[in-house]
């Protein structure tokens, strides 16, 4: 995917430099006590980059799914959503 710059130049678009940013990540999972700080920052913190698009993904609060907490994030550009079931993230995220 191309994008144009503001100098009209163009750029490949490489959605692995995009993701989760390292500070809400702990040896691959989430940083539960980071991401709820994002979550309660009102308007709520950015926690990554989208691999679709490159906007900015929003978290949502954990939610309870049996024994365990699933992480979602939103982007405000595209719509996309990431997720991190039991805050498990897979690899390269």
């Known amino acids: 995917m191309r994008q144009e710059t503001l100098d009209g130049t163009e750029v490949t678009f490489n959605?692995?430099?995009?993701?989760l940013w390292d500070r809400?990540?702990?040896d691959g999972v989430i940083d539960h006590g980071?991401?709820?700080r994002?979550?309660?920052?009102?308007?709520?913190?950015?926690?990554?980059?989208?691999?679709?698009?490159g906007g900015l993904?929003?978290?949502d609060h954990p939610r309870q799914v049996g024994q365990r907490l699933d992480y979602e994030?939103?982007?405000v550009e595209c719509?996309?959503?990431v997720a991190a079931p039991g805050g498990r993230l897979r690899k390269g995220a």
């Open 73 to 75: 994030a939103s982007c």
């Open 38 to 53: 994002a979550c309660n920052a009102v308007p709520r913190d950015p926690v990554g980059t989208c691999r679709q698009c």
């Open 24 to 26: 809400y990540k702990q």
């Open 15 to 19: 959605p692995r430099v995009h993701g």
């Open 57 to 59: 993904l929003r978290p």
């Open 79 to 81: 719509g996309s959503v």
């Open 34 to 36: 980071m991401w709820l």
